[in-house]
Each structure stands twice: as structure tokens, then as C-alpha cells.
């Protein structure tokens, strides 16, 4: 349990300066608002910039470091080796995080869809691909169906396709088979995601879809 503000096991309560009423804050809606009151302060521009700061630190950053192929940090968790145990190998488990992701940026686009909708999720996370990922719309379909269903819900990439390590492309097709990069598929979130937050500087339609999702996903 946390003490004090601020206190807590083990870590340090995050304190970031977004420069809006409030700082500093913690980016945990938990401690930001429902301890604080924090956000019902601020206007859908001062949100935005609260939940950009909030997606680097809990979503985009980790997957930065599992992504950056000479930190030590990948290198620990893509070790495999027939001589040496345990053996450890994050993709899989990095995919499904990237995907659900995805997903769940997608639904501040059209905020009109209701939870619990059928194909809702897919809706969404087909929204964001097309606006933001053009690249991966040719295998949408097998991303959504294969792999993101596949690992949620077995822990398997439906057969027959993969996961691989690529140099030249974000994916690739060998007759049945397509191979999919989680290095390029998160280089090319990181930038769709850039690009969706500055996209809220300056469209008001964008930032009005935004503000009703943010309202329902973190009540204030």
C-alpha cells in the first residue's frame, strides 16, 4: 500500500512538468485524479498533452528500450541458445502489447463506436492502421485475426505465419506464409503515434473525438 504522497515500495512517484495546471504529476490516473483531482482541471488540450506524456512513459518508452537491438536490456530478453538456460524471448509478448495498443489508440478516433459493440475492437484498431500505419493495411486483416487474436487468446501466432527479425521490409510474404517484423512494426507505432498527438495541436474535430473518449476512459 502506499504511505504519503509520493511514497511508495520499491519506486518513486513519477513527478513530470507538462507545463499546465497541476505540476507536477504522476501520469497514474489513480494518484493524478483520483486522489488529486488533477484532470478535472484541465482543458482537452492540457489532457492531451497529459496523455501523450502518459503513453511515452507506460507504452512507448519500455517498448523503446525492449526495440533499441544494442542496449543490454535487449540482449537479456532475446537470449536463446542451446547451451545456456534460461533460455528468454520478448517478440511475442512485445507484439501483443504493440497490437492491443493499437487497438486501444484507435478507439480516440471514432469514440462513437460503444464498447462492447461487435467488431468494435477491430474497428478501431483498424482506424488507426489506416490513418496512421498505411504500410501494414495490406496484412491488417492477419494482424488483427492472426496475431493479435492468435497471442490473446493461445499464446500462438495462428499458423502458419511468424514472427521475424527483418532487415529490408515490415513484412513479408514466402507463398502462405507471412513473416512479420516487431522492430519495424514499432518504429513505424512510434512514429503514427508522434504524428496523432501533433495532429491534436491543430484539428478540432480530432480533438473533440479525443476529449469524448478520454471523458469515458478516464471519468473527470
Same mark, same amino acid.
Given at each position: 500500500?502506499?504511505?504519503? %504522497?509520493?511514497?511508495?515500495?520499491?519506486? %518513486?512517484? /513519477? *513527478?513530470?512538468?507538462?507545463? $499546465?495546471?497541476?505540476? /507536477?504529476?504522476?501520469?497514474?490516473?489513480?494518484?493524478? %485524479?483520483?486522489?488529486?483531482?488533477?484532470?478535472?482541471?484541465?482543458?482537452?488540450?492540457?489532457?492531451?498533452?497529459?496523455? *501523450?506524456?502518459?503513453?511515452?512513459?507506460?507504452?512507448?518508452?519500455?517498448?523503446?528500450?525492449?526495440?533499441?537491438?544494442?542496449?543490454?536490456?535487449?540482449?537479456?530478453?532475446?537470449?536463446?541458445?542451446?547451451?545456456?538456460?534460461?533460455?528468454?524471448?520478448?517478440? !511475442?509478448?512485445?507484439?501483443? $502489447?504493440?497490437?492491443?495498443?493499437?487497438?486501444? !489508440?484507435?478507439?480516440?478516433?471514432?469514440?462513437? !463506436?460503444?464498447?462492447?459493440?461487435?467488431?468494435?475492437?477491430?474497428? &478501431?484498431?483498424?482506424?488507426?492502421?489506416?490513418?496512421?500505419?498505411?504500410? =501494414?493495411?495490406?496484412?491488417?486483416?492477419?494482424?488483427?485475426? @492472426?496475431? &493479435?487474436?492468435?497471442?490473446?487468446?493461445?499464446?500462438?501466432?495462428?499458423? /502458419?505465419?511468424?514472427?521475424?527479425?527483418?532487415? @529490408?521490409?515490415?513484412? =513479408?510474404?514466402? *507463398?502462405?506464409?507471412?513473416? $512479420?517484423?516487431?522492430?519495424?512494426?514499432?518504429?513505424?507505432?512510434?512514429?503514427?503515434?508522434?504524428?496523432?498527438?501533433?495532429?491534436?495541436? *491543430?484539428?478540432?474535430?480530432?480533438? %473533440?473525438?479525443?476529449?469524448?473518449?478520454?471523458?469515458?476512459?478516464?471519468?473527470?
Amino acid at each position: 500500500m502506499p504511505g504519503v %504522497q509520493g511514497e511508495h515500495y520499491l519506486t %518513486q512517484e /513519477p *513527478r513530470v512538468h507538462l507545463n $499546465v495546471p497541476g505540476d /507536477p504529476f504522476s501520469l497514474f490516473y489513480d494518484y493524478d %485524479q483520483i486522489r488529486d483531482r488533477k484532470l478535472s482541471a484541465l482543458s482537452p488540450r492540457e489532457k492531451a498533452r497529459w496523455f *501523450r506524456a502518459r503513453m511515452e512513459m507506460i507504452f512507448l518508452e519500455p517498448l523503446r528500450q525492449l526495440s533499441n537491438v544494442s542496449s543490454e536490456v535487449f540482449r537479456a530478453l532475446m537470449f536463446t541458445s542451446p547451451e545456456r538456460q534460461p533460455n528468454c524471448s520478448f517478440s !511475442i509478448a512485445a507484439m501483443i $502489447v504493440m497490437l492491443n495498443g493499437v487497438e486501444a !489508440i484507435g478507439s480516440f478516433l471514432v469514440p462513437e !463506436i460503444p464498447d462492447g459493440k461487435a467488431g468494435a475492437n477491430r474497428k &478501431r484498431f483498424e482506424t488507426f492502421l489506416g490513418q496512421y500505419m498505411p504500410t =501494414w493495411l495490406p496484412v491488417a486483416d492477419l494482424l488483427w485475426r @492472426d496475431f &493479435r487474436n492468435g497471442i490473446a487468446h493461445g499464446f500462438q501466432i495462428t499458423p /502458419p505465419h511468424s514472427l521475424e527479425f527483418l532487415a @529490408d521490409g515490415p513484412f =513479408w510474404r514466402q *507463398r502462405e506464409v507471412v513473416y $512479420v517484423c516487431p522492430l519495424h512494426f514499432f518504429h513505424d507505432l512510434e512514429r503514427a503515434v508522434a504524428e496523432y498527438f501533433d495532429a491534436l495541436d *491543430r484539428d478540432q474535430d480530432l480533438l %473533440q473525438k479525443f476529449e469524448k473518449r478520454f471523458k469515458k476512459v478516464y471519468p473527470c
